[in-house]
Structures are given as C-alpha cells and as structure tokens.
C-alpha cells in the first residue's frame, strides 16, 4: 500500500469482503495487508503520523472473528461518510496513544494501541486528508465500492450490466404499452 489511496481502497475491500469465504491463505494476506495498513516506520512513512500496534490481539495474530468484528466497525463508517447530511456514530478508541514528536523539525504524530484502536485512527485520518469523494454506494446492490474513475456510478461491471438490462426492459415495456394505444 503505496499511498493514502490504495489505503483507503483497502479499507473499503475490507468493508465488503465476505470474511467468512476467505481461505487459509486469504486470512494470511490480509493479515499482512492490515500490518501494512498500521505499522509505519521510518522507511514505510504515510503521511505525517506513524503507528504501530501495541495491544494484542496483533495483524498476525487476526482470526476471522477479529476480522468481522473490524469489517462490520468499518463498513458502518464508510457508510455514513457517503451520505451528505446525517448523523455520525462517534467512535471509541480506548487503547489509543497519541504522541506528538519533532521529526526533522516537523511534527509528527506518534499512535499506539490495539489493532482495531490504530486502523480506525489511522482510517479517521486518510479520509479527512484525502476526502470522501470517491466512496460511493452502488446503486444497483448498495455495495461500498471506491470510484477510480468520476463516470463509475457501479461497483462492479456486473451492477452496470443488471442495471443496462433492467433500463432496456423498462423502454421496452413502455414501448410496448405505447404501441396498445
């Protein structure tokens, strides 16, 4: 995960992934995809705080239990940062520690706690950097779904393709209805 994107892309996979059909070898690439998402070091440096879990249970030690927990959390944030107006659940972070350093003669942002504690902090920060803008709600399967580009209005090719479908069968009911006349 290179930049604050491909975080926040991260997350919204995260949100709609079926956790439960996950394999052995998915649970352990998620597990080092949410060590990558919050542990940053020197040489892995995402924006101007680092992180790094202190509290257990640990990115490798994620069951698909902690995963579902953590989707759920996540998948009700992403939510409400896609509507305009609404109210927002606020969120605790228990285990969090934040600690303001001097990097270089820049401040820099230290934060430790849980896994969970970390990633939603670390999320709260990607997305009021990088905005909301391109989280949306596909329209055809109410799917969390990151737009990368600004014409995508689905998830995925096969909500646009169920959607083209139903338009055509609607045109030609009125068509249809037109013609009886």
């Not at 991260?10 to 998402?37: C, H, I, M, Y």
């Not at 969970?116 to 399967?141: H, M, Q, S, T, Y």
């Not at 990368?148 to 083209?164: F, P």
Request: aromatic share 12%; charged share 25%; glycine share 6%.
């Amino acid at each position: 995960m290179k930049s604050a994107g491909d975080q926040i892309k991260f997350a919204v996979r995260l949100a709609q992934s079926d956790v439960s059909t996950w394999r052995p070898g998915d649970l352990l690439n998620e597990r080092d995809n949410l060590r990558k998402f919050v542990t940053t070091r020197g040489d892995q440096y995402y924006g101007p705080f680092l992180s790094q879990p202190m509290v257990p249970p640990f990115p490798g030690d994620y069951t698909q239990e902690d995963f579902n927990k953590l989707q759920a959390e996540v998948h009700m944030i992403l939510e409400q940062v896609t509507h305009e107006f609404g109210s927002f659940k606020s969120t605790l972070l228990p285990t969090l520690t934040l600690t303001l350093m001097s990097f270089q003669g820049a401040p820099l942002l230290q934060m430790s706690g849980s896994t969970r504690d970390v990633f939603l902090a670390r999320l709260f920060f990607l997305l009021n950097e990088e905005g909301v803008e391109n989280i949306k709600i596909c329209p055809e399967c109410s799917n969390i779904f990151w737009q990368d580009v600004k014409w995508q209005k689905y998830c995925a090719r096969r909500c646009s393709n169920l959607a083209s479908v139903k338009r055509f069968h609607r045109r030609a009911k009125k068509k249809k209805g037109k013609k009886k006349k």
